[in-house]
């Protein structure tokens, strides 16, 4: 039998050895790189696995059962593998990454005006923004009561964050207070607040929030201050004395004296906007005239001539009750 075996081994044509596999991948990525489109040489890709599945009797993948080898599993995943770089490489392309989303422009703007406010200015500004929106309405009459309640700032800081926001070209006070009804403010969105401010050449440190360069702007306070350096106010104080007398019926005295100081430059028809606006507030005549100071700092610099008359006219029901 051993030596039937082995003249059997010697003798005859050798036996036929399987084709080897040496070199096909290398073929195969050459065939690809022939063709002139990707669809052809996906075609080329997926003949070559479908010939490698069907030499090996590899189940298709629909067939192929769940107790797969790990040799089968690797054997598939590293032919798998190895097409997929050749279909990339063949035609040329790089694998797409998604782009990462961009960040939205009204995201943005809105950071690049929040880094132009502080705290506080910021509170304020949004507080009044966000009614703004829900009312459909640019303009809005805002009180401290109101603001202080949202925000939770004091009187005071709310008032200076108005007149910051102002100088920075965030909001514009329309008309001063009517009291507990506040100020009309037009408040700006942050793409009118960039280009004002541009158009103004208006910078604003991002650290400190403090306005560096003015450039042509000219706030409404330095506009004030302007204005009343070149009016004269010769016999404003006389005016205001006269109209101290006639709303609470006290005389001036020398604390309304350095009291006035502090608002010599409003116009007398401004102090008795205020002196109307406080003593209806309250229903109380008897006030000095320091007892007006919030409002004397809420009221602005000046106001329209209508909206004094009707002060005057509500004045006389007043008194005619």
């Not at 082995?6 to 596999?21: F, H, I, Q, R, V």
């Not at 500004?125 to 805002?142: G, T």
């Not at 000219?218 to 005016?239: E, H, L, M, P, Q």
Request: aromatic residues 6%; proline residues 5%; hydrophobic residues 30%.
């Amino acid at each position: 039998m051993r030596k039937t075996k082995e003249e059997d081994t010697s003798s005859g044509a050798p036996k036929k050895k399987k084709p080897e596999n040496k070199g096909r991948l290398s073929s195969m990525i050459e065939s690809m790189q022939k063709r002139s489109s990707p669809v052809n040489a996906h075609k080329v890709a997926t003949k070559y696995f479908d010939d490698f599945r069907k030499e090996r009797s590899i189940p298709d993948s629909k067939e192929s059962p769940q107790n797969t080898t790990a040799v089968d599993t690797g054997v598939v995943t590293a032919e798998s593998s190895a097409v997929d770089t050749a279909v990339v490489t063949a035609v040329g392309r790089s694998p797409r990454k998604p782009s990462p989303p961009k960040a939205p422009n009204k995201i943005a703007r809105t950071k690049s005006l929040d880094d132009s406010h502080s705290l506080s200015e910021s509170k304020v500004y949004w507080s009044m923004h966000e009614d703004c929106n829900s009312k459909k309405s640019p303009q809005l009459r805002f009180g401290l009561k109101e603001l202080k309640e949202r925000t939770g700032l004091s009187d005071k800081t709310i008032r200076n964050a108005i007149h910051s926001l102002e100088e920075k070209l965030s909001i514009r006070v329309v008309e001063p207070s009517l009291g507990i009804y506040g100020r009309m403010i037009e408040v700006f969105e942050p793409e009118e607040v960039a280009f004002k401010r541009k158009k103004a050449g208006l910078t604003i440190d991002s650290i400190t929030k403090k306005i560096t360069d003015r450039g042509t702007a000219v706030s409404s306070a330095v506009d004030s201050a302007v204005t009343t350096a070149v009016i004269s106010r010769r016999g404003y104080k006389n005016n205001v004395a006269s109209l101290y007398k006639k709303y609470t019926g006290n005389n001036w005295d020398d604390k309304a004296e350095k009291f006035y100081k502090t608002i010599d430059h409003l116009k007398p028809e401004v102090i008795e906007a205020v002196f109307i606006l406080g003593i209806l507030k309250d229903k109380n005549k008897n006030k000095h005239i320091s007892d007006f100071k919030s409002l004397l700092k809420d009221i602005g610099d000046s106001l329209p001539k209508k909206y004094i008359d009707h002060l005057r006219d509500i004045w006389r029901e007043f008194e005619a009750e």
